[in-house]
């Protein structure tokens, strides 16, 4: 392990990423209860949780957006 922070980033990305389907099936499964006859609040917690996972990914992307479009503009400078 050379560089342990690049393991890390990439953990974090893993997480980020492998969010969004686990709430959603978080999210089926509470359908399912609450159409057994459970509370509502499985279905509403499941969706807030996949909203939020959501929200995350999206961060990520659009941060990762800026920095390529930054990096591309300096290039074009530079060059």
Do not use: C, H
Not at 6 to 13: C, E, Q, S
Not at 19 to 42: C, D, F, H, K, M
Not at 73 to 79: D, K, N
């Amino acid at each position: 392990m050379d560089d342990l922070s690049k393991v890390t980033r990439w953990m974090d990305v893993l997480a980020d990423l492998l969010g969004p389907p686990v709430n959603a099936l978080l999210l089926l499964v509470g359908i399912q209860t609450y159409r057994e006859g459970g509370s509502i609040g499985w279905p509403a917690g499941a969706s807030v949780l996949l909203l939020i996972s959501l929200y995350t990914v999206g961060r990520r992307f659009a941060r990762r957006r800026k920095r390529a479009a930054a990096s591309a503009t300096s290039a074009s400078f530079s060059a």
